[in-house]
């Protein structure tokens, strides 16, 4: 059972590029989450999902996008990167009392 | 969800008992306590969780007390593994899942 899967697990992007972090779950769970946390603090929520087709924002949305078309995946996008998107990207996914974390994407933008 | 404090960090010494404390004065009657830790560098990995009962599973007991404004994770044996920021939640539970808000957590070294 590989939980949930996150790629790449390091990234370097200059300012202005763009990309897509990757995360996929095999276990069915309707609620996605998106994470990120800088240095030395604790993980802030940028997006989730409830299910397929729906998603909302979280805490700090501001230069993210998601999409939800399956159950399974629920990939973030960074349309221009900016140094202060410089975090540890973290996907989790949920049914009930637990939530599942994948290992984390580093992303370094410079 | 309900606001929680937590000490920022402690140590405990390995094989003894760690005690984390939390406060969570504002907790509304459906909410839920939950832990997570966080082992360096590592996705956040769930604990526990509990309503008002006291509840104990393989990793650790929580403690909550009857006005269920404060709870404790008790670590029974700290082994050099159980390193890691702890993080207290509280929130509504809801079957189909939940989003989760991370405060500070408590960063706990256990030492030889």
């Known amino acids: 059972n590989a939980g949930v899967t996150q790629t790449p697990k390091f990234r370097i992007l200059k300012i202005g590029q763009s990309m897509t972090l990757q995360c996929t779950q095999d276990m069915n769970h309707n609620y996605m989450y998106w994470y990120r946390q800088d240095p030395g603090m604790g993980l802030k929520l940028i997006y989730y999902s409830v299910g397929a087709g729906i998603t909302d924002k979280g805490e700090v949305p501001n230069g993210y996008n998601v999409s939800r078309s399956t159950t399974e995946d629920f990939p973030l996008r960074l349309e221009l990167a900016a140094p202060s998107q410089t975090s540890v990207y973290f996907c989790?996914?949920?049914?009930?009392?637990?939530?599942?974390f994948g290992q984390g994407t580093r992303l370094t933008v410079v | 969800d309900a606001k929680t404090t937590q000490p920022p960090s402690m140590d405990c010494a390995e094989g003894r008992a760690a005690n984390l404390p939390c406060n969570h004065s504002?907790?509304?009657?459906?909410?839920?306590v939950y832990w997570y830790r966080q082992i360096h560098s590592q996705g956040p990995q769930y604990i526990i969780h509990?309503?008002?009962n006291n509840e104990t599973n393989e990793m650790a007991s929580l403690i909550i007390t009857e006005d269920r404004k404060s709870s404790t994770l008790i670590l029974p044996h700290a082994t050099l593994r159980d390193t890691a920021v702890y993080y207290c939640i509280v929130r509504v539970y809801k079957a189909a899942g939940n989003k989760l808000t991370f405060g500070g957590g408590t960063r706990v070294l256990v030492k030889p």
């Open positions: 504002t907790i509304s009657g459906n909410e839920y």
């Open positions: 989790a996914s949920s049914y009930g009392e637990k939530a599942f």
């Open positions: 509990g309503l008002k």
